[in-house]
Every structure is written in C-alpha cells, then in structure tokens.
C-alpha cells in the first residue's frame, strides 16, 4: 500500500527559528517523488518542495530544504528562520513514478503557529 | 496567466440537489487533477485528464460523480443527488505534463456545503 504518515498534528515556532516537520512515507514503486504544500487558512495548496527517489542531495529552496532519508523512507521538512507568514497547515504527499499515474498521495498534515 | 481558478468559491446546497464545479487550469498544462478534502485531512484524489481524456478514476468517486475536460481546456465535475457526506473542499490542479514532476498547481478550491 502507498501512504504517507505525518504524525505531528500541531507545531509551534518561535519566530525567527528553525523547525522540523515529520513525513515517512510507504511504497514499493522503486521510482517516485516526494512533494511537500503548504495551505494557508486561504485554502490553496503552494508548492513548496520536491524530492525524486533517485536524487543524490537534499531538496533545497530558499528557506525550506528537505531531509530525505531513503532507507528510513523519511521526507522530513526543514524551515529555518520561520516568519510569522509561515503559520499555515503543511502536506508532504508522493506520487509514484513507475507507472502512470497522476495521482499524489498525501498524508493527514501538520498545522506549524510561529508565535512572535 | 493568473493561475488554476476554480468557481465557485463556495456553494451551499440543499441535499439531494445537484451542483457543478468549474477548473479552468493554467492554459499550457495539459493535466488536471480533481481532490476532496474534508476538514483536518490531507486531500484525496479523484481523477485526472490528460487533455481531454479521463485516465484515472478513484473508488471514491462513486456513480453520482461525473468531471468532463471537453476541449481538453476547463474541466466541470459534477455531483448529483447531494448528500451530507460530499461536504468538503474540492480542489483542482494542473500539471505540464507526465514528465513534469515539479508539483502540480492547485487552485483555490470549492467549498461544498449540504444542508
């Protein structure tokens, strides 16, 4: 089965600081991408970050990288020196690549407050 | 180009009614996706098309769900007889195409209320 665990239902940041958001993710596609979103209380879903299966470094994108573990089959999402425009709800999803599928799976997210 | 927009952005409605949902994705992608998503959880997928072809459909969208991408440009997904349970936001999204793999772009979603 294909799913995606996130087991930190709630963060909170002190402004200015880094923080670490939990994915592990389950497959057995040899082949797939890891995404991470952020939802703001506007309701949209932003891209943030990708990560390929195959990809020998760690995602990075300004503020945000990603700690890809692949034998521990964790995601995990970095966000340093967080701003109080940070606080929203934060989806890691994958979508296998083997096959052609269009589908991303997403797990359950976490609701990151930066407190000022 | 102004992104993926969807409309409404909020539709109440009665159980048992029909309603309809519009995509009109970003012009150059020629995949667009349908999610659910209820309050609390990550969004569920529901199909996709490339251009106008329908290529996947999830189990959880049963026969009084229908999505159409006529001209392979917007997409309308359809839910006949409402019921309680299809209260959620409906998401779309669109994608270049199969190679791309540098996130889909969602729009703002509908809101589905049944009363």
């Known amino acids: 089965a294909q799913k995606i665990t996130q087991t930190q239902p709630g963060m909170f940041v002190q402004e200015k600081e880094a923080v670490t958001l939990d994915c592990t993710y389950d497959?057995?596609?040899?082949?797939?991408?890891l995404f991470w979103y952020k939802q703001p209380s506007s309701g949209e879903m932003i891209f943030l970050i990708y990560?390929?299966?195959?990809?020998?470094q760690n995602a990075t994108e300004g503020r945000y990288s990603l700690n890809f573990q692949k034998a521990r089959k964790s995601a995990n999402l970095v966000i340093s020196a967080s701003q109080l425009g940070d606080s929203a709800m934060y989806f890691c999803?994958?979508?296998?690549?083997?096959?052609?599928?269009?589908?991303?799976?997403f797990g359950q997210g976490t609701t990151l407050q930066v407190k000022p | 180009d102004t992104g993926v927009s969807q409309d409404p952005r909020h539709k109440i409605t009665k159980r048992g009614q029909n309603v309809t949902f519009r995509c009109d994705p970003i012009?150059?992608?020629?995949?667009l996706y349908w999610y659910r998503q209820t309050l609390g959880q990550g969004p569920e997928f529901l199909t996709y098309?490339?251009?106008?072809?329908?290529?996947?459909k999830s189990r959880l969208l049963s026969d009084r769900f229908s999505a159409e991408r006529p001209k392979g440009s917007f997409s309308t997904l359809e839910i006949q007889r409402t019921e309680q349970g299809d209260s959620a936001m409906y998401l779309c999204?669109?994608?270049?195409?199969?190679?791309?793999?540098?996130?889909?772009?969602f729009g703002s979603g509908t809101r589905l209320t049944v009363v």
């Open positions: 999204a669109s994608s270049p195409d199969q190679v791309s793999l540098y996130g889909y772009t």
């Open positions: 497959t057995s596609d040899p082949s797939y991408g």
């Open positions: 990560q390929g299966s195959y990809d020998q």
């Open positions: 999803a994958m979508r296998p690549l083997s096959s052609n599928t269009g589908k991303l799976i």
């Open positions: 012009s150059e992608h020629n995949r």
């Open positions: 098309f490339q251009n106008e072809a329908q290529l996947e």
